[in-house]
């Protein structure tokens, strides 16, 4: 038996329910929902939380539909899932809403006397510390760039160097190619921006064990990303004791432990040659420039690089994201 948000999900049952959040100006109240199995054994609770970002989709699909799909009798502990953490900013179809501009995914543990989205924070990330033994934050790249489903797990400075670790086999063991480790001592190439609010940073810093689950395009709920995260889902399970089974992971996986954004020099648009997933050598062409003229100018990388994410929308401006490569890696 689990009791979260003030609700009560018997051992061996299932709930699905909403909690009210902060109002708009009409005073409706944004509805949050929440998903709980509480298995008929006991064991830890894994909390799965989504959509942080309003358009970041495919992990939270999968998450509703797993947790539908389980025999709680099959189960040994909880799963709670958040799925549409950002309720403001899904209504808009944006990474982050209108309300308050913020994003919600810098904003943990939250202000119940702040702003919106640091009160759904704050709402959210109480129960989660109440509650969680580890946890995955499901994310998207943005609707601008495509990539293939990635993890992202972080080695937190002055936190327990056992949770540290169990946050790294879990992300890898939740079995997809491209893992990204990122060291906050000494992490480069990542955006700018705060990132001690991060909602997996804040877990590890508060003894829980917490990865990023980087589920394909944003916008979108694509069935065949969807199914990936499932069988990660899964696998996460199996490896914490929580359902029986094998682990189904890749015969090849990477560690990727140094990666950077590249940006364009110009404007115009942009056509890719190269995708997610290619592992390229110094001074290869990833990427070509026009303005509708008959001039292609070539972008190549500087050094041998592992292609995370490569833009998909066409036009863009001098700073753009051209790609996200990894720099150094290592197989697993």
């Not at 990542?190 to 689950?213: H, R, S, Y």
């Not at 994410?309 to 051209?322: C, E």
Request: proline share 5%.
């Amino acid at each position: 038996m689990i009791e979260v948000f003030g609700n009560k999900c018997d051992s061996g049952s299932k709930l699905f329910f909403t909690v009210d959040g902060p109002m708009y100006a009409n005073r409706a109240v944004m509805k949050i929902p929440v998903i709980v199995l509480s298995g008929s054994q006991d064991g830890p609770t894994f909390w799965i939380n989504g959509t942080v970002h309003g358009d970041e989709l495919n992990g939270s699909y999968a998450a509703w539909k797993l947790v539908r799909e389980l025999n709680p009798a099959d189960v040994r502990g909880n799963i709670v899932v958040t799925p549409i953490a950002n309720v403001a900013a899904f209504v808009e179809q944006h990474k982050t809403s209108r309300i308050d501009d913020l994003d919600m995914d810098t904003q943990f543990p939250g202000d119940a006397g702040g702003m919106a989205s640091q009160m759904v924070a704050k709402l959210i990330y109480d129960e989660i510390r109440a509650h969680a033994s580890f946890l995955i934050n499901f994310h998207t790249i943005s609707k601008l760039y495509d990539a293939e489903p990635y993890t992202v797990s972080k080695i937190v400075p002055g936190a327990d160097p056992a949770v540290n670790q169990t946050a790294l086999d879990l992300a890898l063991c939740f079995g997809v190619k491209n893992n990204c480790v990122v060291n906050l001592a000494t992490a480069t190439g990542e955006l700018p921006g705060v990132t001690n609010g991060a909602l997996d940073i804040t877990c590890i810093k508060d003894g829980i064990p917490a990865f990023m689950g980087e589920m394909g395009h944003g916008g979108v709920a694509d069935p065949a990303v969807m199914a990936v995260a499932r069988r990660g889902l899964l696998n996460v399970m199996k490896k914490q004791g929580m359902i029986s089974g094998e682990l189904e992971v890749p015969e090849l996986q990477y560690r990727i432990t140094k990666r950077k954004f590249v940006r364009s020099p110009m404007g115009g648009l942009i056509e890719m040659t190269h995708k997610p997933g290619d592992i390229v050598s110094a001074g290869t062409t990833i990427a070509h420039f026009h303005y509708y003229d008959d001039k292609l100018t070539p972008f190549t990388v500087e050094q041998d690089s592992l292609i995370i994410a490569t833009r998909v929308y066409p036009a863009f401006n001098s700073g753009d994201r051209v790609a996200f490569l990894g720099l150094e890696w290592e197989e697993v």
